[in-house]
């Protein structure tokens, strides 16, 4: 049993050792409550004060019993108190509290539910974007390595409500099941999906046809790593520059080009406004390679005269700086409105 667990059970018995001395001194004894309570601590304290009025026999044999109970009870919370203070308890205790009210302020996170292979590998990328997360894990010898990493994390069971609730699912922005069962990713996204419907839930799958019943329990998206992983493989093989590519732009440890996606805001100064007058190309450096449309639709390829719409998601090719500038001039108005006359005044050929 935790040690803090039989500190709590300790001091609940001699909570109830104190309130039976007095309500037995009151009884047997004809006392009045403060003569009572008075006796009975300074009994379960063995202090050796003079009692407080002469004792029958019936009161000797009870004081006799309290000594006994009390004076095990009170080695049962040092030795408690104890072992907390040598196993370092106390100071868990402590940090778990300052994680508990972090995960309290979280707002717009991911709940991620699981963290086998797959689980930690989405915690490090989340990590260094950085995303708000937490991780639900109910396997406590997993928990020293979340510790280590220093992530937001609690344990439980993600298939349950409470735990599912004091991961602040009524706040999340989306949750990532990637529990090894798909038995267990199908309970998680039926349970997210009634205590959270606006949530996006993203599920693994490992059996065939698996995908379905996730979707149907109400996963936004369901991703199959053994489907993705041979499909990699065979494209290794077959298109081994693509897949170099596409490894440069998308790895977090390459520095020199990265693939990003950047939201327009919704009252942008750039929306309707076409990719040339916008001046994306000029004033960043970066390649536009796609847009995705509010409807789901991809644009790829886009041309310099496609309009930029409301909400529009643009998938950019670049170096990380150039990426960066074109995030910092997407959301700064003041800025969109000087770079759009300016390149309105100039003629262009190409976005």
Not at 5 to 12: E, G, M, P
């Amino acid at each position: 049993m935790d040690p803090v667990r039989h500190l709590k059970i300790s001091i609940l018995i001699l909570a109830l050792l104190i309130s039976g001395g007095t309500a037995g001194y009151m009884s047997l004894q004809g006392w009045d409550f403060l003569d009572a309570l008075y006796m009975t601590v300074i009994t379960l304290g063995t202090v050796g004060f003079r009692e407080v009025h002469e004792l029958d026999q019936t009161g000797k044999i009870f004081t006799i019993c309290l000594i006994i109970f009390g004076v095990s009870v009170l080695g049962y919370i040092v030795g408690s108190l104890a072992q907390i203070m040598f196993e370092g308890q106390f100071q868990r205790i402590i940090g778990r509290k300052k994680v508990e009210r972090k995960i309290e302020l979280l707002k717009d996170h991911y709940i991620i539910c699981g963290f086998g292979r797959i689980g930690a590998l989405i915690c490090r990328e989340f990590a260094a974007k950085p995303i708000p997360f937490l991780v639900i894990e109910k396997h406590p010898e997993v928990h020293e390595k979340l510790h280590h990493e220093e992530y937001l994390h609690i344990r439980g069971d993600a298939t349950e409500d409470e735990t599912l609730l004091r991961a602040g699912i009524k706040r999340a922005k989306g949750l990532i099941s990637v529990v090894t069962s798909d038995t267990e990713n199908v309970y998680i996204t039926l349970t997210a999906r009634g205590l959270n419907p606006d949530l996006f839930i993203l599920a693994r799958s490992g059996e065939e046809g698996s995908d379905i019943k996730l979707k149907r329990a109400g996963a936004n998206k369901v991703v199959s790593p053994y489907l993705i992983g041979g499909s990699r493989m065979a494209q290794a093989i077959l298109r081994p520059n693509v897949v170099d590519f596409i490894e440069i732009a998308t790895g977090r440890e390459h520095l020199d080009l990265q693939m990003e996606e950047i939201q327009i805001p919704e009252r942008s100064a750039f929306v309707g406004e076409n990719l040339i007058s916008s001046g994306f190309r000029k004033e960043t450096g970066v390649i536009i390679v796609g847009i995705k449309k509010v409807s789901g639709k991809m644009v790829f390829n886009p041309n310099p005269h496609t309009k930029i719409e409301s909400l529009d998601t643009l998938i950019v090719l670049g170096e990380p700086t150039a990426i960066a500038k074109l995030e910092e001039l997407v959301s700064c108005d003041s800025c969109a409105d000087s770079i759009i006359r300016k390149h309105k005044k100039e003629p262009h050929d190409h976005a």
